[in-house]
C-alpha cells in the first residue's frame, strides 16, 4: 500500500489533471466514474490553488495489516449466501482459495474492472449482484406454497413415464 500511495502525486493543477492521472495510472478504467468519485476525494485551500488529497492514508499505515487479518475466515464463516466480486488483477489467499473450491461463496471474475470494480464496471456490477440476490430471494417476500382446502383431499404427484417394463 505504501508503494501505491508513494506513485500517487501529492496535488494537481487542476480537477482535469487528476482525472487524467486516475485513468492513465489504472487507478480507476472508467473517466465518466473518476468524475464522480474524484473529486470527493480531494479538496482546494483556496480558490485556483492545487487540489491536494483530502484523506492523508499514509497515516493510517499502522493499522493496515489489522484490517486484513483473518478477514477471509471470517467472510467464509458467516453463515449466508455469499458472493467474492474480483478484478483482474485481484488474488485468492489460501483460506479463500480452499474455501472457493469448498463451493463457501459464489465467485465473480471482472478481468476489465481495476480496484473499483463498482466504478469501473457500473452496469456489470449491478447485473451481477441483482442475478445474486433474486437467485437466493434476498429481499423478496417469502415464497407461498398453498396448501389444499380444508375437506379436499391432496394430489399426490405422479410419475411421468413407465416406472416398470411392462414387456417383461
Known sequence: MMNVLRARPSMFQSMHAALDWAVCSGTCKNKEMA?????????????EGPLTWRTPLAASGPYWEGWYKGL???FLALPVPKMLLLAGTDRLDKSLTIGQMQGKFQLLLMPMAGHAIQEDEPVKTSEHLQQFLH???IGEPPMVIPK???GVRPVLPVVGGSLFNRDS
Not at 468524475?35 to 483556496?46: A, D, E, K, R, Y
Open 72 to 74: 477471509s475466515d471470517a
Open 148 to 150: 389444499a382446502a380444508r
Open 35 to 47: 468524475g464522480v468519485s474524484l473529486p470527493s476525494q480531494l479538496t482546494q485551500s483556496f480558490p
Open 135 to 137: 437467485r437466493f430471494r
